[in-house]
């Protein structure tokens, strides 16, 4: 910890540690939303945090979830999801081969306030088979190239309940981020450093979700909703200022 004090500073290590709690929190409580917390904060701070340390972290949180209410997952639905999720993994891995920093930034911005965007919107899609793969297949995208690829599987169990979600998004994150992670470590992307960054980040995740136990009423009212909604959307444009100014 001292090491990373050192690269990025003290004071935007403390803004990194607070989202990774506030993060931790909202998916320890709902089943999704911890990247959508952390990873735009961490990408303002640090590009070097996105996007494996922040799927790396996603993993972890999400076997916790997982493991947590496995009897409510939904394993046909999970079986869907992950196959549409397979298959654009290894297209986002590709795209992401193409990017530098600048542009990579910018992509990473646009499909921030994309997400945003479809959380705002407040579709309700049915969770037939064919909207769960291609919901899957969208999330795997996003997920892959920027970590936060919760929205499009939020949008088809938003209907549930509470454990049916939790459990079955954790579970699809549990598997389809180890899928992305065994992707871009055979493109080169994975390296000694991303593990350091998310090892050292891990617990104030698992401090964030253990709070999560306590705080699950105030999360259910809508409330952590609006902040994830707000602090993606700054981040995202923080972002693409910092690149192009």
Known sequence: ????????????????????????????????????????????????????????????????????????????????????????????????????ERTFAIVFAGLVLFAVGLSLAGIRVKATPRNILAAGGISGFMGTLTAIGAPPMAMIYQSSPGPVIRSTLSAYFMIGTTISLILLAIAGHVSWTNIGLALMLAPFAFVGFWLSNGLKDFVDNGRAGQVIMITSTASAVLLVIKFLY
């Open 1 to 100: 910890m001292a090491h990373l004090t050192s690269i990025i500073g003290p004071l935007p290590l403390l803004a990194a540690l607070v989202a990774i709690i506030c993060a931790g929190i909202v998916q320890g409580a709902t089943g999704f939303g911890f990247n959508m917390v952390a990873a735009p904060v961490l990408a303002v701070i640090d590009p070097a945090f996105v996007p494996v340390p922040m799927i790396l972290l996603a993993l972890l949180v999400s076997i916790w979830g997982a493991l947590r209410e496995y009897r409510s997952i939904d394993r046909v639905g999970l079986g869907y999801a992950l196959t549409g999720r397979i298959v654009s993994s290894v297209l986002a891995v590709m795209f992401l081969s193409y990017l530098d």
